[in-house]
């Protein structure tokens, strides 16, 4: 089968199921992983499609109905904890996801100055500025979701002790979301563990 002949089945999987991981796509097709990761570069630059942990999603089209599913990272697809959950306020709707991974990923995605976000601190599990929050990335504390894993917290001084005591490393909003996005530039996926 010819490339352009892979990318319009993807392209059609895609659109049929919102979003596909990477194996499913590389059993269906009969062809490599890294196969698939070259088939889908196209429709990622065009951004017809964004990449998620081990797949590929549709991005949202201005005129189609909403993708995000209630109760599921609109990011990953994953089951949203509310003690995790990070919410992106935009002028026309509000996006969920799972965590602060994909939250700061979407945010960077948009890259939009009218969006604002709101997070769970994870000792209070009370709604926080997600901007003037802090993040640690990499503790040893595993909640189960997104890698690399950020737990936010909204007082710095309670993040470094959850590091000094747990490990990891303390970030502020804008090197959370420049050591997330740098990771995730290395890997194909939004890191996730589903």
């Known amino acids: 089968m010819l490339p352009h002949e892979r990318q319009e089945q993807i392209r059609a999987r895609i659109q049929e199921l919102g979003h596909v991981k990477i194996s499913q796509l590389s059993a269906e097709l009969g062809v490599s992983e ?4 070259r088939d889908i570069q196209p429709l ?3 951004g ?3 990449k998620v942990y081990g797949g590929v999603a549709l991005a949202k089209q201005e005129e189609g109905p909403s993708l995000e ?4 990272c609109m990011l990953c697809g994953r089951s949203v904890d509310s003690r995790l959950a990070f919410r992106l306020i935009l002028p026309d709707r509000v996006e969920t996801t799972c965590c602060s991974h994909c939250g700061l990923l979407r945010y960077h995605q948009l890259n939009r ?26 503790g040893i504390v595993d909640v189960g979701c997104c ?7 909204e007082q710095e001084k309670i993040a ?15 090197d959370a979301i420049h050591r997330v996005t740098q990771a995730m530039d290395g890997e194909h996926g939004c890191g996730c563990t589903s």
């Not at 100055?113 to 209070?124: G, L, M, Y």
């Open 113 to 138: 100055s009218d969006v604002q976000v709101i997070s769970q601190d994870f000792f209070s599990n009370t709604t926080i500025n997600a901007q003037a929050a802090w993040y640690v990335l990499n």
């Open 44 to 46: 990622l630059q065009e």
């Open 69 to 72: 599913v209630e109760g599921k």
């Open 34 to 37: 890294m196969t698939i990761y």
């Open 48 to 50: 017809w499609a964004y």
């Open 147 to 153: 890698r690399p894993q950020l737990l936010c917290f």
């Open 160 to 174: 470094n002790g959850f590091v000094k005591g747990l490990g990891g490393e303390v970030l502020s909003f804008t």
